[in-house]
């Protein structure tokens, strides 16, 4: 009787066999280090876009519900509603000065997608309360002393904005 086997062995030439095994032992630590790579990338990449997402949600927080910006460089429609389609995009000044001043401004500017500084100017303006001239901004634009953190916050949803095209 003769019995067969369900798996067959095939000798493989020793000197084969060994070339075989030094190229895996060459090849698998190169593979297992790109995945590794490849891997710890998408997991920063991962972190980072979570740590913007945060920044930006925590930057939307102090703009529409601390700072209120939108009071002023939002426009309005005609029953005094903001207008939700042009968020942030600049509008003419609403309120008057209690008494007569020359320099009151009569526009409050965009700064919605790409604020009227860099990054630092504008830092600079929330923590300190003086542009890049080196001067205060004038009334009725609030003097604030944000920490740098939530500043760099209101920045990052600033920037995250994209203004309706004019």
């Given at each position: 009787?003769?019995?067969?086997?369900?798996?067959?062995?095939?000798?493989?030439?020793?000197?084969?066999?060994?070339?075989?095994?030094?190229?895996?032992?060459?090849?698998?630590?190169?593979?297992?280090?790109?995945?590794?790579?490849?891997?710890?990338?998408?997991?920063?990449?991962?972190?980072?876009?979570?740590?913007?997402i945060?920044?930006?949600?925590?930057?939307?927080?102090?703009?529409?519900?601390?700072?209120?910006?939108?009071?002023?460089?939002?426009?309005?429609?005609?029953?005094?509603?903001?207008?939700?389609?042009?968020?942030?995009?600049?509008?003419?000044?609403?309120?008057?000065?209690?008494?007569?001043?020359?320099?009151?401004?009569?526009?409050?500017?965009?700064?919605?997608?790409?604020?009227?500084?860099s990054?630092?100017?504008m830092?600079r303006?929330?923590?300190?309360?003086?542009?890049?001239?080196?001067?205060?901004?004038?009334?009725?634009?609030?003097?604030?002393r944000?920490?740098?953190e939530?500043?760099?916050?209101?920045?990052?949803?600033?920037?995250?904005?994209?203004?309706?095209?004019?």
């Amino acid at each position: 009787m003769i019995r067969s086997s369900l798996f067959s062995v095939t000798r493989i030439p020793f000197p084969d066999l060994l070339l075989v095994v030094l190229l895996a032992l060459l090849i698998i630590p190169i593979l297992v280090h790109e995945g590794w790579t490849q891997a710890a990338q998408q997991t920063n990449d991962h972190l980072k876009n979570n740590a913007n997402i945060a920044l930006v949600n925590r930057g939307r927080y102090i703009v529409e519900n601390v700072a209120v910006c939108s009071q002023c460089h939002t426009p309005r429609n005609s029953a005094g509603d903001l207008e939700r389609g042009q968020w942030l995009e600049g509008a003419p000044l609403w309120l008057l000065p209690a008494q007569p001043m020359g320099d009151w401004p009569l526009q409050a500017p965009r700064i919605a997608g790409s604020p009227g500084g860099s990054d630092a100017d504008m830092i600079r303006l929330l923590t300190t309360g003086v542009w890049r001239d080196g001067q205060r901004l004038r009334p009725p634009m609030p003097q604030f002393r944000m920490s740098r953190e939530d500043a760099e916050s209101v920045v990052a949803y600033l920037r995250s904005l994209t203004p309706s095209p004019r």
